[in-house]
């Protein structure tokens, strides 16, 4: 994989990379921070959600956090085009059913890119791109 090579971070993986999570290992961390990383725009919903279900706590509000853990992060966001929208309900084979997974793998795909993940179900997922195994 070259180094300008775009990756596409799983909602996790961005929350993770952004806050220095030690749930991320230092070769993973290594790896994201030679390449260009997005996210897709479903991964703002997510991370809005997890506070909302009390799953993420933040130390200053949600839209701050993902201001700045996208551009000045050097994360750019990858939108929602209609197509992504539609590929979400028409992925090949056998994907599991949680809506902003499908949205995720549709982004990965419509524009090519692997997807940095520790997801199970996408992680086994044999369309997947994945930039790791595991």
């Given at each position: ?36 990383k ?18 993420l ?9 993902i ?17 992504i ?12 059913k949680?809506?902003?997974?499908q ?8 524009f ?5 993940t ?5 992680l ?11």
């Open positions: 994989m070259g180094s300008s090579r775009l990756i596409l971070l799983d909602t996790h993986i961005w929350v993770w990379y952004v806050s220095g999570s030690d749930r991320l290992s230092t070769d993973k961390r290594r790896q994201l921070d030679a390449v260009p997005a996210v897709s725009a479903i991964s703002c919903w997510e991370v809005a959600k997890l506070v909302e279900r009390k799953r706590g933040l130390s200053i509000s949600v839209n701050a956090w201001g700045q853990a996208l551009a000045p992060s050097g994360i750019n966001l990858l939108p929602l085009e209609p197509e929208a539609v590929l979400s309900t028409q992925l090949p084979g056998a994907f599991h949680d809506p902003a997974d949205i995720i793998m549709a982004t990965s795909l419509f090519d890119i692997p997807v940095a520790n997801d199970d179900k996408i086994s997922y044999p369309k997947a791109k994945l930039l790791w195994q595991s």
